[in-house]
């Protein structure tokens, strides 16, 4: 099931009769991160252990992403987890806002770069490399 967007919410809500009205018929989505992967999970049939490990993250930390337990993992990592998930833009700004993280920007010159992999399909390796070629930090860090 396709989930609402953002603007058509909030007219349903204003064109509402009353909020009680809108609270009673909308379902609204699930805003925590856990949920969010675990959505994101089911509708790209993807395994969690394949997705934390083409992410490139520790099996017991991507654990913990997954569950909720690490309640605030780090901007890249969200991003590994979105290039593993292969994402798009709408999907990977939206993960990183689930993730108390900022969304991607344009106007900043590493986002911009980024925004432009995440459009053209390139793997999380191949991101990478680019911003490494134009003198950006590299979402994976070296160990």
């Not at 856990?34 to 994101?40: C, E, R």
């Not at 344009?106 to 003198?135: F, M, P």
């Amino acid at each position: 099931m396709k989930e609402p967007l953002t603007e058509e919410l909030l007219d349903a809500l204003l064109s509402g009769p009353s909020v009680e009205s809108y609270l009673d018929s909308t379902p609204l989505p699930r805003c925590e991160l856990s949920y969010y992967l675990q959505d994101l999970l089911a509708e790209k049939n993807l395994e969690q252990a394949t997705v934390v490990r083409e992410a490139g993250l520790n099996a017991t930390y991507g654990y913990e992403i997954f569950t909720g337990a690490k309640k605030r993992p780090s901007r890249d990592k969200l991003l590994q987890l979105a290039f593993a998930m292969r994402l798009d833009l709408r999907e990977t700004n939206r993960l990183l806002k689930t993730g108390q993280a900022s969304e991607l920007y344009c106007k900043v010159r590493r986002d911009a770069i980024i925004l432009y992999c995440i459009d053209n399909g390139y793997s999380l390796q191949a991101t990478d490399e680019e911003l490494y070629r134009l003198g950006e930090k590299t979402i994976c860090q070296p160990r």
